[in-house]
Structures are given as C-alpha cells and as structure tokens.
C-alpha cells in the first residue's frame, strides 16, 4: 500500500542519470529525470519529490543557485536535497551545505552509498515512516498493519482517509492548509482541487464517530489540524 518514495535527479549526463535511476528502481525507489534546471522547476511545480539529487555542474542555471532558490520557496523548502559533484573539495562541499542541501556525494560514488544517503535523508526527514504505530489520546493508528482504533474499537477508513489521518496525527497540533495536504497526503498539487481534501476530511469524520472526530478541527481560512485539546468553542462542525 505504501507509495514509493520519488527521488528527482537533475543531471545533465543521461548516462549517469541512467544509472542512478536503474539503482533507485531496483531499491524501491521512484526516479524521475530532469536534464537541467528548467526542466526540474517544472517537475517540482506538479509533483513533489522526496528526495532532490542535484548535480552541480548543470548547463544554464548550477546546482548551487538551485539548491538555493529550491530551499528559500516555501513549496520545496523541505524537500532534502543531496548534492552531486566531481568536485570533493572541502571548500565546495561547505558551499554545498551552505546553500541548504542535507547531504553532499562526490563523484564517482558507489550507487550502494548513494542508496544509503538517500535512505538516512529520508529517516531524517520523516522519522513518522519509522514509528508504526501513533497514538493521540485514545485514538491510535498503525501504519504497519493499517488498523486504527478509537478507544480499543476499531475504526474502518478507506487508503486516502488512513493516509489523510496518518499525516494528521504524525504531524499534530499544527494547522495545515489543504494545499499543503494535498502535496503531503496526495503527493499532487496540480490535478486534483482543493476541496478534494474538505471531502476526505469529511468522510474521515465520519468514520471516526462523534467522539474522535471532534479532535479534527477546521481551522477557517487556514486549513485542518488533529488536537488533543477539543474543549471549548471550535469550529469543527460549523464548516467544511
Ligand atoms: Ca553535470
């Protein structure tokens, strides 16, 4: 059930590109090719990656000014971003770190090292893939055996609701628009409309029952959060 972690590697050789995609399949991965940084700003721009492997040498626009612009715009800045170069100088890879990338590769590198970057990138950046299970209150949730269960009764939801709640409770407290929802829980921002979310929001509502649902809060003109602090006035069930 789990969707495969998308790596987009921008790199202008094909050959080397092809060899990191072939390595990035056959080790459960999703790679996506973008020859520059053109190319890549659209990718970015209709779906986003989970991991950036960013070359340095790039024709028009280098790695560097990418990683960059990609880590000071709110839509890609946290993205982890893993440097690619021929050059294993310290003073670049210092450079490389300074505009924002989280790990650096010298070429030529083994593609079984570059899987393991990319892997401890990943645990780095969403230690919510590493604990299965995630309580809130009395609601709890197992990503390993995909149950959920509200006061020890089990609690059916269809894959979008599990992965919408999953996100929720991994991620709690915090408010979350739907756009934002959408590229963590959908993965697209382009295809699919926003109030795509209001519906699953809904019928996760509903499957939850009054009680657990009360913990999902529209927050109006901001977006959903799942709080352990329902008392008082919200508005849960005033919009959406
Ligand atoms: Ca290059």
């Known amino acids: 059930m789990r969707r495969l ?30 020859m520059d940084g053109a ?5 970015l721009d209709a779906v986003l990656p989970d991991v950036i492997l960013l070359d340095w040498m790039l024709p028009g626009e280098s790695g560097l000014t990418l990683a960059k612009r990609w880590r000071a715009h709110p839509r890609t800045k946290a993205v982890p971003i893993i440097m690619l170069t ?9 450079a490389g ?8 590769i010298a070429k030529p590198f083994s593609t079984k090292e570059m899987v393991a970057r990319i892997r401890a990138v990943l645990r780095r950046r969403a230690p919510e893939m590493e604990e299965a299970v995630v309580t809130m209150g009395r609601l709890s949730l197992d990503a390993a055996t995909y149950r959920v269960a509200f006061e020890d009764q089990p609690v059916k939801l269809g894959p979008t609701e599990f992965k919408l709640l999953h996100y929720l409770m991994t991620h709690a407290e915090r408010v979350h628009s739907r756009s934002q929802l959408l590229d963590q829980v959908w993965g697209d921002h382009v295809f699919i409309e926003e109030r795509t979310v209001d519906v699953h929001v809904k019928r996760l509502r509903e499957a939850l029952g009054d009680q657990a649902s009360a913990m999902i809060e529209t927050v109006r003109g901001a977006g ?13 069930s005033a919009a959406a």
């Open 224 to 236: 959903y959060r799942i709080t352990t602090q329902t008392q008082g006035m919200n508005e849960t």
């Open 97 to 104: 770190l300074d505009a924002g990338a989280d790990d650096y």
């Open 39 to 43: 190319t890549a700003q659209a990718e």
């Open 86 to 94: 021929a050059r294993g100088d310290e003073i670049d890879r210092v």
């Open 5 to 34: 972690p998308g790596v987009l590697i921008v790199e202008d050789e094909p050959a080397i590109a092809e060899l990191i995609s072939v390595n990035l399949r056959h080790s459960g991965f999703r790679p996506i090719w973008a």
